[in-house]
């Protein structure tokens, strides 16, 4: 089945204390972003890349960092998470390029809270 | 850049009656894509319809349709025959095919079928 599994799907930690997101997809898509939802501002793409080795930043990169060392993996690294970054995050994943007829593919979201 | 509006942050609707959601964007792209995407309590982001700019043929699938109107940069998304299913937040979104496939989400409109 084709999917896009991020990890944990919930966390609560303290200010500060490292946390890192796993994103991983198994239809070996090119292009992988990650998204945060907040209440009232919608979804805003926070990295982006669009292939091994090539990322990118979005709208609201501040306080985050990803790497792609393998097509299939995109973690997002929170190296020290602050209570602004509580939200819902999301992981996208497409062919890319010309493959743009298929959709987005998303994760069924992590929803992070920093105290 | 780009942006895009929902200007009904909550609507509600009988079940099996018709209800249209609004959305506007802003670009000067001649060339880009128009989503709907849907978002139950379950959080998760599911593509409900699609829309190419250069095509003038409005998409439909089964119940959802959209009317879009290139020069008054408008794209309202209508479901018929509105099922208790279909309580859901709804989100507009527009993405420029090229380099960062990145999606511009509207804020939402939490729609909430009455049975």
């Known amino acids: 089945e084709a999917q896009v599994t991020q990890n944990p799907r919930y966390l609560i930690t303290v200010t500060g204390k490292k946390l890192t997101v796993t994103c991983s997809q198994n239809?070996?898509?090119?292009?992988m972003s990650w998204y945060r939802q907040d209440p009232g501002l919608g979804l805003r793409q926070i990295y982006y890349?669009?292939?091994?080795?090539?990322?990118d930043k979005g709208d609201v990169p501040e306080g985050y960092k990803v790497s792609r060392k393998e097509k299939r993996n995109f973690p997002l690294i929170l190296e020290s998470p602050s209570p602004n970054q509580t939200s819902l995050y999301f992981c996208?994943?497409?062919?890319?390029?010309?493959?743009?007829?298929?959709?987005?593919?998303f994760g069924d979201g992590t929803r992070l809270s920093i105290l | 850049a780009q942006t895009v509006t929902q200007s009904q942050p909550e609507m509600s609707v009988q079940e099996a009656e018709t209800v249209t959601l609004s959305c506007t964007y802003d670009?000067?792209?001649?060339?880009?894509?128009l989503f709907w995407y849907k978002q139950p309590p379950s959080r998760q982001m599911i593509l409900v319809i699609r829309?190419?700019?250069?095509?003038?043929q409005n998409a439909t699938e089964n119940r959802f349709s959209v009317n879009f109107q290139k020069a008054a940069k408008s794209f309202s998304l209508k479901i018929s025959d509105s099922q208790l299913g279909d309580t859901a937040m709804y989100f507009c979104?527009?993405?420029?095919?090229?380099?960062?496939?990145?999606?511009?989400f509207g804020t939402g409109t939490r729609l909430t079928i009455i049975p």
């Open positions: 670009t000067s792209e001649s060339n880009y894509y």
């Open positions: 979104a527009f993405l420029i095919h090229f380099g960062n496939e990145k999606l511009t």
């Open positions: 239809m070996n898509h090119e292009y």
């Open positions: 890349s669009m292939n091994v080795e090539v990322t």
């Open positions: 829309q190419e700019a250069y095509k003038q």
């Open positions: 996208a994943s497409s062919l890319g390029g010309q493959g743009f007829n298929q959709p987005q593919h």
